[in-house]
């Protein structure tokens, strides 16, 4: 699963960060020195949880070149990026977007799938039932 590359990815960038300090991070046990390793490992468990997030996203992205919706045809125009803030933290996605020929409305269908049109940060409240 691409989620499971990108994590193993994130797991090398933290060794090579240890390496790339030559000796300088996580060298000695000292309470300064554990509070440096925390903060690089969740710098790294953090990059490596918006790009797993990301690729999801991203598998469920629309690839046709025409989509009708209500009725009403849609075709490809452009790619265009767009910054969302996740729980994560931010993420910036490339999604496709649709234009009606008439050079009216837009769809985007990936924004539309989660239920982010217009949004660009969006909490959910889980009622108990």
């Not at 989660?114 to 889980?126: H, L, Y």
Request: aromatic share 10%; net charge negative; proline share 2%.
């Amino acid at each position: 699963m691409k989620a499971d590359i990108i994590i193993d990815q994130e797991t090398q960038k933290v060794k090579l960060i240890f390496d790339w300090a030559a000796g300088k991070v996580g060298q000695q046990l000292t309470a300064d020195e554990a509070e440096n390793v925390v903060q690089l490992i969740e710098a790294a468990s953090q990059n490596a949880g918006r790009e797993a997030f990301k690729a999801w996203l991203m598998q469920f992205e629309c690839h046709d070149n025409v989509t009708v919706i209500d009725g009403k045809t849609y075709r490809f125009k452009m790619v265009s990026e767009k910054k969302f803030l996740t729980k994560l933290g931010s993420i910036t996605m490339p999604r496709r977007i649709f234009q009606q020929d008439n050079g009216d409305q837009t769809y985007v269908p990936l924004d539309a799938a989660w239920e982010m049109v217009g949004e660009f940060a969006k909490s959910r409240r889980v009622s108990a039932e």
